[in-house]
């Protein structure tokens, strides 16, 4: 082939390194296939496997499919009939947009766009291996454009481009909030490359094995601790184009539920219902839109998930509540943890036992305990099919406690409060006594009661009568009583156990049988510690041993699937509990393919200005994603914030496409009403721009649901063409015609953006902005944040918003134009019943077309079964930027007498016209 003569020298460079040929080449109807031989040189982390298996697919036009796979031996893969929901692909496409080749000695692979430029090249190079392939430790990279910029490789608080050189680690972590600069809650082994002429493309490598992306200067390089190498290339050419193409292959964005774009507030540390209550009432109070309460796991008994806390939060009062909730328009969304605890008198725990759903141990026979709000708990394994009926089961049976309407999954990286293990002391003891009082670790100064800490019996114990007791703790005291007033042998004096481990009384006899539960034999025990260690920090910090054994693999490979998994699982019972409404489901861990079931939000953050900027990355980010619906925690949740940050806090969070206001119970209260009538104005003003554009909002939701565009977009995304956008991550775009330049600085009435070269208008007042192409510093009080409607846009909105988002829908629209450089401008509208599953297939919406163009504007329906729409009103027409004078207007070709020119605005009132109906309004 073309490249064998220049890789061979590249060989007598790295001669001790790996080196693969490709043999048996096949060419196929749907691509090529071969075998991938090792001929010589060794890895760094163990056995080099050979003989390998690679298939190349063209799938489609733009996408091109690479995988590489043990030929002998099956190794874990991702369950891509889970993931990538494209249909599987039988025959090349008659047109495609890139070329591949390939070279035979050393081995690689290089796929090209049309023109001959390079996209992607694994082939061997002086300065990197080329491939490699062992049991823990693969390595295969690529070649990048010399001034490139790459997005993507999440999830974590970082700037928007990567940075070069820098090595960035995929693998769910949680870390007790959301520290900069290190992999946090999701895994997203995705980047995109945008290159300076504005061209851009897209690579996803299918893994969930921990891993380490490398960028240098000229290269990338992926090393990762397990599984196979699965590649796809999306070729654009344009950022959208990448995106839309990623969501094709992972699964389109699902589509919210209308209420979900409203706003939400949620904070730990509503001691109790008259609390929530109050919340809500003062929001009312204050003319605060409010359109769903969230309840944290204050309102749990004992942190125990599917209950209610009997004393502070009554079930009958609370479920009233939300009835009373939903009777006003409004929501309820309630937390869940997946940890399930450790206790006889659970039902839900003993349920989990006997059908045999949780995460186990090495052993196979019990389950691995950890540790999280409750206690002791054990995980329920998501891959097992059983747990998705016993997720379903109690999730329904939560329901007829409380009539929730979504549900906030949590702690699901997942997240253990030890790592690797728990200190446990595991108690075996003969039948017929019983374990009067237990006293764990020394600084622990009550008694604890033997009733909080038993549980059934489900492990193997040494005897088959042994009851079985276990605690969290280094060192227990403890006595035995046979419930009638005789001790044992011991006299009642306390047994002591200083060590964590597993011990056996009998005859009043204490012995040690295990330093630890985890020390019971079993095979391949090294998964806590593999050869390669991604981001060079264990990965059981905080979360289950990588040795637990889930239904299909362990969970060294499955680890950060675990949020995703649940997300499916959640979202599959609440399909089936509430039928026909749209799931809403809000996870922190998330994985590709997760915004195909639910939404995210950007975890635990702090309360500090460098975080209201990184929301906008972090946003951007997940949009790039496929989870278009995302928000931070507006006013940050760690640490106290002040008047100035919640406020211009607000200002950004009305425009992420989930907004909520949410905190930690060790911090100051941030609700909007608190601050005193000048601030809550102000924040006030920032939640009616939101609901002013919820409509619009919905509507770019829908068109990420049908074919994958972001929502909120990155310059760059838009203009990607302006290699002045391509570091921008100050600025945000609401699809592609709203531009925000929010204050991001403390004391600021100032802030600069950057303006690309197109016409601009003020959202609010219309006047038209004249910089194209430049930087501009804008006026931003504390009450103001700069909104630029990009001309050529048309957006349905709210003039006089309510206090949820029904309310405001059955509002009057106003239709607001703003005409580009040829006076001419489109947008769209959709509206349905905002909750039905099935909307597509059943075509019960109606769509709006609105276009500009010669003075006149044409409204036409695109599709008409929504009954409802006839129902609301379009009550007035403003057009920004029209040249020229106008001397009258006519409406469906009647003259019509409501109407003003103030400088370059038009606007046009007195109409009264169905959502739903065709119009025509001509200036002249």
């Known amino acids: 082939m073309r490249f064998a003569v220049v890789l061979l020298a590249c060989v007598v460079l790295t001669l001790a390194e790996p080196l693969y040929v490709l043999e048996n080449v096949h060419h196929q109807l749907w691509g090529f296939s071969g075998d991938i031989v090792h001929r010589g040189g060794h890895g760094r982390y163990g056995r080099d496997i050979s003989p390998l298996r690679m298939e190349v697919r063209m799938e489609t036009r733009s996408r091109v499919h690479m995988k590489i796979v043990d030929a002998r031996h099956r190794r874990w893969e991702v369950p891509a009939d889970d993931v990538i929901v494209a249909p599987p692909v039988t025959h090349r496409p008659r047109e495609m947009d890139y070329h591949v080749d390939y070279s035979t000695h050393p081995f690689g692979i290089v796929i090209t766009r049309s023109n001959g430029e390079m996209l992607f090249n694994t082939t061997p190079s002086a300065a990197d291996q080329g491939l490699v392939f062992e049991d823990r430790y693969l390595h295969i990279s690529t070649a990048l454009h010399a001034e490139t910029s790459i997005y993507g490789l999440g999830e974590r608080v970082d700037t928007l481009r990567l940075r070069n050189p820098h090595t960035y680690t995929v693998f769910a972590r949680d870390r007790g909030g959301t520290p900069e600069n290190t992999n946090l809650n999701g895994a997203h082994p995705f980047y995109m490359e945008l290159r300076p002429d504005g061209t851009a493309h897209g690579v996803l ?3 969930s094995n921990a891993m380490d992306v490398r960028l240098d200067p000229g290269r990338l390089s992926y090393q990762v601790s397990g599984g196979v190498l699965d590649l796809y290339l999306l070729t654009g050419p344009t950022p959208v ?31 109790d219902l008259d609390e929530v209550k109050k919340v809500v009432e003062e929001y009312r109070k204050h003319d ?9 796991i204050d309102y749990m008994d004992r942190y125990l998930d599917f209950t209610v806390d009997p004393q502070r939060f009554p079930q009958a009062e609370f479920k009233a509540f939300v009835d009373r909730l939903h009777g006003d328009k409004q929501h309820f969304v309630p937390i869940l943890d997946p940890g399930i605890k450790i206790a006889a008198d659970y039902e839900a725990f003993t349920d989990g036992l006997e059908r045999g759903v949780y995460i186990m141990n090495p052993d196979r026979q019990t389950p691995f305990i950890g540790k999280v709000w409750p206690g002791l708990t054990a995980w329920p394994d998501f891959f ?19 009539p929730y309407d979504g549900l906030w999954i949590d702690m699901n990286e997942p997240d253990s409060f030890c790592s690797y293990k ?49 605690v969290s703790a280094h060192h227990l005291e403890f006595a035995l009583h046979d419930g009638q007033g005789h001790w044992d042998n011991n006299q009642g004096r306390n047994y002591v156990i200083d060590s964590p481990g597993v011990y056996r009384l009998a005859d009043g006899r204490l012995s040690k049988l295990h330093d630890s539960a985890d020390d019971l034999p079993a095979p391949n025990r090294d998964d806590d510690h593999p050869p390669f260690v991604p981001g060079g920090e264990a990965l059981y910090l905080k979360t289950i041993t990588m ?7 362990k969970h060294f490979n499955a680890h950060s699937l675990y949020g995703w998994s649940e997300g499916l699982a959640t979202v599959w019972a609440l399909k089936r509990l509430l039928p026909n409404k749209r799931p809403f489901v809000i996870s922190r861990s998330t994985f590709p393919g997760s915004g195909h079931h639910h939404g995210h939000w950007l975890g635990d953050n702090y309360s500090r200005w460098s975080y209201l900027a990184h929301s906008i990355t972090g946003v951007i980010d997940m949009n790039m994603f496929g989870i278009p619906f995302v ?42 009403y608190i601050w005193g009538e000048e601030t809550t104005s102000i924040m006030r003003k920032a939640l009616h721009i939101r609901y002013t554009l919820i409509d619009h909002m919905y509507t770019l939701m829908m068109d990420a649901h049908r074919t994958g565009r972001p929502v909120f977009n990155a310059l760059s995304f838009v203009f990607p063409r302006d290699r002045a956008t391509h570091a921008l991550e100050a600025q945000f775009m609401l699809g592609d015609s709203l531009l925000v330049t929010p204050v991001l600085t403390e004391g600021a009435t100032q802030v600069t953006g950057y303006f690309p070269d197109a016409r601009w208008f003020d959202y609010f007042t219309g006047e038209e902005f004249h910089t194209r192409g430049g930087r501009a510093t804008l006026s931003a009080p504390l009450d103001t944040v700069p909104v630029h409607l990009r001309g050529g846009a048309v957006l349905p909105i709210h003039p006089s918003p309510k206090l949820t988002a029904v309310e405001t829908a059955a509002s009057p629209y106003r239709l607001l134009a703003a005409l580009d450089d040829q006076q001419r401008a489109k947008g769209t509208l959709f509206m349905d019943d905002g909750e039905s599953l099935d909307i597509m297939q059943t075509r019960r919406y109606t769509e709006m077309s609105y276009t500009v163009h010669d003075r006149h504007l044409a409204v036409r329906p695109l599709h008409d079964r929504y009954a409802q ?6 009550d007035s027409v403003v057009v920004y930027g029209v040249q020229g004078r106008v001397q009258h207007v006519l409406v469906n070709g009647a003259v019509h007498k409501h109407w003003s020119l103030r400088g370059t605005t038009l606007t046009v009132e007195g109409l009264s016209f169905p959502a739903n109906s065709r119009f025509d309004i001509t200036w002249a």
């Open 205 to 207: 490598l299918l893994n």
């Open 241 to 271: 184009d990448v995106i839309q193409q990623y969501a094709e292959l992972i699964g389109r964005p699902s589509l919210v539920p209308h209420w979900g774009l409203g706003f939400h507030q949620c904070r730990w540390g509503y001691h």
């Open 288 to 296: 605060l839109p409010l359109d769903t309460m969230w309840a944290d």
């Open 384 to 402: 097992n099919s059983e747990t998705k009926r016993y997720w379903a089961h109690w999730l329904h049976e939560f329901h007829k406690k409380l």
């Open 422 to 470: 728990c200190e446990t002391v595991t108690l075996y003891y003969q039948t017929g006594w019983e374990a009067t009082y237990l006293r764990y670790n020394p600084d622990y100064t009550g008694w604890m009661s033997h009733d909080e800490m038993f549980f059934k019996h489900w492990a193997k114990a040494p005897q088959h009568n042994d009851r079985f007791v276990m």
């Open 547 to 553: 040795n637990a054994v889930q239904n299909t693999t």
């Open 631 to 672: 928000g931070a925690d507006i006013c940050g949740f760690l640490e106290d914030t002040t008047r100035e940050l919640c406020t211009r806090w607000f200002q950004v969070g009305a425009f992420y496409p989930f907004s909520r206001d949410h905190n930690h119970l060790t911090a100051k209260p941030q609700e909007p």
């Open 869 to 874: 729409a006839a129902v609301r009103r379009v």
